[in-house]
């Protein structure tokens, strides 16, 4: 077994459950592990045996692009997505953080983590 993982990736996105939140925006930070067998690809050196970094973040890009009111839904989402394109993975989990949340103090960011 080996761990792929994308961390740091950032999007600008229209999520929450306040109305303000959604017109106005926000900053996003995903990570995503995915625990999966890649010996195969390792010995061969070929990309169809093992997960596509690219097409992971592109998953990634599109669900952070649909509006969501909760980061749980959005945890949710893409780990069920990436586990629908490959299905023979080990474990997937996604973390999603929102800078700045509006908790009514200083918070760097609120994040939810789902695991599959």
Not at 10 to 26: L, M, P, R
Not at 73 to 83: G, P
Request: include cysteine.
């Amino acid at each position: 077994m080996g761990l792929i993982a994308l961390e740091g990736l950032e999007f600008f996105a229209y999520h929450g459950v306040y109305q303000e939140e959604q017109k106005i925006g926000n900053k996003y930070r995903v990570d995503i592990t995915i625990e999966t067998d890649f010996l195969e690809a390792a010995k061969e050196d070929t990309i169809t045996a093992t997960v596509h970094y690219g097409e992971v973040y592109e998953l990634v890009k599109a669900i952070m692009k649909q509006p969501s009111k909760l980061l749980e839904s959005l945890a949710y989402r893409i780990v069920e997505a990436t586990h629908e394109k490959y299905p023979n993975l080990t474990s997937v989990e996604a973390s999603v953080a929102k800078f700045n949340p509006p908790v009514g103090g200083v918070c760097k960011w609120a994040k939810v983590t789902h695991k599959r």
